[in-house]
């Protein structure tokens, strides 16, 4: 089972190739998306999301989601 944990927020060909690459070493891949608040503490308020493409939480959950 493994564990990848991240904001996925501008899910990009890095996050892919992550999750691939982490899911050949595991039966079982988790990835861990971080919620809303917890992304525009990290990276500095929603105003500064605005217009780079950011995803609603759902759309995170299942883009990581369906590569696992």
Not at 5 to 11: E, I, K, R, S, T
Not at 12 to 35: F, P, S, W
């Amino acid at each position: 089972m493994g564990y990848a944990p991240g904001a996925y927020d501008l899910f990009h060909i890095g996050h892919l190739n992550l999750l691939r690459q982490a899911k050949e070493h595991c039966d079982i891949l988790i990835a861990g998306v971080v919620a809303d608040e917890v992304l525009i503490q990290y990276k500095g308020g929603e105003a500064r999301f605005a217009g780079f493409g950011v995803e609603v939480p759902y759309g995170r959950l299942t883009s990581s989601s369906a590569l696992c």
